[in-house]
């Protein structure tokens, strides 16, 4: 799976763990949390739509 994501998947799956340790430390930065939480979900479907039209040959 690792390997379908690309750097830019990687990076966003990173993002996405950062923000979950972000909210587990302390409750005063949950909005920064989930705003990493977003934005790391955001770059992993970017990354997977990306490599599956790459797959077809579209992109």
């Known amino acids: 799976m690792l390997g379908?994501?690309?750097p830019?998947?990687?990076?966003g799956i990173v993002v996405l763990l950062?923000?979950?340790g972000l909210?587990?430390?302390v409750d005063l930065v949950i909005?920064?949390?989930l705003a990493l939480i977003l934005a790391g979900m955001g770059?992993?479907?970017?990354s997977l739509i990306t490599g599956m039209l790459q797959s077809?040959?579209?992109?």
């Open 8 to 11: 830019l998947g990687i990076v």
């Open 43 to 46: 770059l992993i479907v970017k």
């Open 31 to 33: 909005a920064a949390g």
């Open 56 to 59: 077809f040959g579209m992109f």
């Open 4 to 6: 379908n994501l690309g």
């Open 18 to 20: 950062a923000g979950i």
């Open 23 to 25: 909210v587990a430390y």
